[in-house]
């Protein structure tokens, strides 16, 4: 098939170098040309594993990159919009950039062509792209309009295309439907995954993964109540974790056993600093404001919102639990991107949360191994930029963890004890068992569990000093 997939940006990068891994022939599209140049040049613009391999493997071959939208359209048989849809001061989604680029399909089609909602977009959008392209001129035969929601977590967005829970279709005509059951044929037939280059099968994915058809309203919804639905399971498992540490429970024990459920799983189930990113907030807040327009009050929204929120502000409490006065003293950041796998800080709570440390008088000494550039755009004073762990640690009187990597889970402790000024780990993101940590010499606190202390007794058996006098 002959694609064009609009926008550059995580998704349609990802989709565009990933439908040419399928055998198809890509065009993508941005007008961003300085952006175009460097990926015709093989730079790559984001941290995602498995990308820079496909890029090289496909560019100036199946791959292209183009800023001539017009062209592109006349050259395929299917458009992906894959465009910002960045929130508005009320929340709801800004299609601006959308409408912008139905307006130039229109011009452009020449045959029978399937406009593709690849972004996120609230539901009716598919019937608002389908007047624009009508009101500018275009023959009502010579298109129609569907939605193919991505399901691609940053880090993982690859791996999670070519290997899919499921592949969902939102279109109201065969002849449409068809056009996308043949784009995706390669993997709802399995012959992708007997190729000898595949990029290598994660864990558990269904081969070949189901094709789910609806119609478009219905695939629209599909994507806002999939991210609503996994921030509100985080923002659970973040309350819940508040009340264990009330009650003096362990929370990792108690997403043990509710995750073990079939019903529930244990996936996002991982309580910390709370969602981030590029989805989850804008999604949720997208979400309410649909509903709000439709005359329901998602009030469950709000709470899951909420919740997110006081988490940063509860971990904030932890470090003043753990330093008494935050002024002038030095800590060291362990991550900034708002999860591990990519060096996107959008959103990010870590990025939150050095920010209202810097407020108070901190200084503070990041290490983050892939976002660490893109933050000093966002915070050019206060914070210096370590090479690693131990160098961030260096001298600090407390190390935070905020960001999972891998290489922070499994860090040297005695050499990490070495270099802090006091052995104080404030860990966000639950990566070091309480009791290994005290036995190493640590004051550790994390997220839904008692702190622990090298002399063994837990902070919650601790009698407070006013009591012992």
Same mark, same amino acid.
């Given at each position: 098939?002959?694609?064009?997939?609009?926008?550059?940006?995580?998704?349609?990068?990802?989709? *565009?170098?990933?439908?040419?891994?399928?055998?198809?022939?890509?065009?993508?599209?941005?007008?961003?040309?300085?952006?175009?140049?460097?990926?015709?040049?093989?730079?790559?613009?984001?941290?995602?594993?498995?990308?820079?391999? +496909?890029?090289?493997?496909?560019?100036?071959?199946? +791959?292209?990159?183009?800023?001539?939208?017009?062209?592109?359209?006349?050259?395929?048989?299917?458009?992906?919009?894959?465009?910002?849809?960045?929130?508005?001061?009320? /929340?709801?989604?800004?299609?601006?950039?959308?409408?912008?680029?139905?307006?130039?399909?229109?011009?452009?089609?020449?045959?029978?062509?399937?406009?593709?909602?690849?972004?996120?977009?609230?539901?009716?959008?598919?019937?608002?792209?389908?007047?624009?392209?009508?009101?500018?001129?275009?023959?009502? !035969?010579?298109?129609?309009?569907?939605?193919?929601?991505?399901?691609?977590?940053?880090?993982?967005?690859?791996?999670?295309?070519?290997?899919?829970?499921?592949?969902?279709?939102?279109?109201?005509?065969?002849?449409?439907?068809?056009?996308?059951?043949?784009?995706?044929?390669?993997?709802?037939?399995?012959?992708?995954?007997?190729?000898?280059?595949?990029?290598?099968?994660?864990?558990?994915?269904?081969?070949?993964?189901?094709?789910?058809?609806?119609?478009?309203?219905?695939?629209?919804?599909?994507?806002?109540?999939?991210?609503?639905?996994?921030?509100?399971?985080?923002?659970?498992?973040?309350?819940?974790?508040?009340?264990?540490?009330?009650?003096?429970?362990?929370?990792?024990?108690?997403?043990?056993?509710?995750?073990?459920?079939?019903?529930?799983?244990?996936?996002?189930? !991982?309580?910390?600093?709370?969602?981030? *990113?590029?989805?989850?907030?804008?999604?949720?807040?997208?979400?309410?404001?649909?509903?709000?327009?439709?005359?329901?009050d998602f009030r469950l929204l709000e709470e899951v919102m909420r919740?997110?929120?006081?988490?940063?502000?509860?971990?904030?409490?932890?470090?003043?639990?753990?330093?008494?006065?935050?002024?002038?003293?030095?800590?060291?950041?362990? /991550?900034?991107?708002?999860?591990?796998?990519?060096?996107?800080?959008?959103?990010?709570?870590?990025?939150?949360?050095?920010?209202? +440390?810097?407020?108070?008088?901190?200084?503070?000494?990041?290490?983050?191994?892939?976002?660490?550039?893109?933050?000093?755009?966002?915070?050019?004073?206060?914070?210096?930029?370590?090479?690693?762990?131990?160098?961030?640690?260096?001298?600090?009187?407390?190390?935070?963890?905020?960001?999972?990597?891998?290489?922070?889970?499994?860090?040297?402790?005695?050499?990490?004890?070495?270099?802090?000024?006091y052995p104080i780990v404030i860990d966000g993101r639950n990566l070091?068992?309480?009791?290994?940590?005290?036995?190493?010499?640590?004051?550790?606190?994390?997220?839904?569990?008692?702190?622990?202390?090298?002399?063994?007794?837990?902070?919650?058996?601790?009698?407070?000093?006013?009591?012992?006098?």
């Open positions: 098939m002959r694609i064009a997939v609009v926008g550059s940006g995580y998704v349609g990068l990802v989709a *565009g170098a990933c439908f040419a891994e399928l055998g198809h022939q890509v065009i993508v599209v941005d007008n961003d040309e300085p952006r175009v140049a460097a990926l015709k040049n093989g730079q790559v613009p984001i941290h995602e594993k498995f990308l820079p391999e +496909l890029l090289q493997r496909h560019r100036g071959k199946r +791959l292209e990159f183009s800023t001539d939208l017009h062209e592109a359209v006349r050259a395929s048989q299917a458009i992906f919009i894959a465009v910002g849809t960045p929130p508005t001061d009320r /929340g709801d989604a800004d299609l601006s950039y959308v409408e912008s680029v139905a307006r130039e399909i229109a011009g452009a089609i020449n045959e029978y062509t399937v406009v593709v909602e690849k972004s996120t977009v609230p539901v009716y959008t598919s019937d608002w792209v389908r007047k624009i392209i009508l009101r500018n001129g275009a023959d009502p !035969n010579s298109f129609d309009v569907a939605s193919n929601p991505e399901f691609l977590r940053e880090g993982t967005a690859v791996t999670d295309f070519l290997f899919p829970d499921r592949i969902v279709v939102g279109c109201d005509h065969e002849r449409c439907c068809a056009v996308l059951r043949e784009i995706y044929l390669p993997l709802t037939s399995g012959s992708y995954y007997e190729s000898a280059d595949a990029i290598p099968q994660p864990d558990s994915a269904p081969i070949p993964p189901p094709i789910i058809v609806t119609s478009t309203k219905s695939a629209e919804l599909i994507k806002h109540a999939s991210n609503a639905f996994l921030a509100m399971k985080i923002s659970f498992i973040n309350a819940v974790a508040s009340l264990c540490e009330s009650v003096g429970s362990d929370v990792s024990q108690v997403c043990q056993g509710i995750g073990s459920d079939s019903r529930i799983g244990p996936r996002f189930l !991982n309580p910390g600093v709370g969602y981030g *990113g590029s989805c989850f907030p804008k999604d949720v807040m997208a979400f309410r404001a649909v509903a709000r327009e439709c005359g329901y919740i997110n929120e006081d988490q940063r502000e509860r971990f904030l409490r932890k470090v003043r639990s753990a330093l008494w006065t935050l002024r002038g003293k030095q800590l060291a950041v362990l /991550g900034l991107a708002f999860k591990g796998g990519t060096d996107d800080i959008r959103e990010s709570p870590a990025i939150l949360i050095v920010k209202a +440390l810097l407020q108070e008088g901190c200084k503070i000494t990041a290490y983050d191994p892939a976002a660490m550039e893109r933050t000093q755009e966002v915070i050019s004073s206060n914070v210096k930029f370590a090479n690693s762990a131990y160098e961030a640690a260096h001298g600090a009187d407390a190390l935070l963890i905020l960001t999972e990597w891998e290489e922070f889970a499994n860090l040297d402790l005695r050499r990490l004890r070495e270099k802090l000024r070091y068992d309480p009791e290994v940590m005290a036995e190493q010499g640590f004051t550790y606190y994390s997220v839904g569990r008692a702190a622990a202390h090298p002399d063994g007794v837990p902070a919650a058996l601790k009698p407070e000093r006013s009591r012992q006098k």
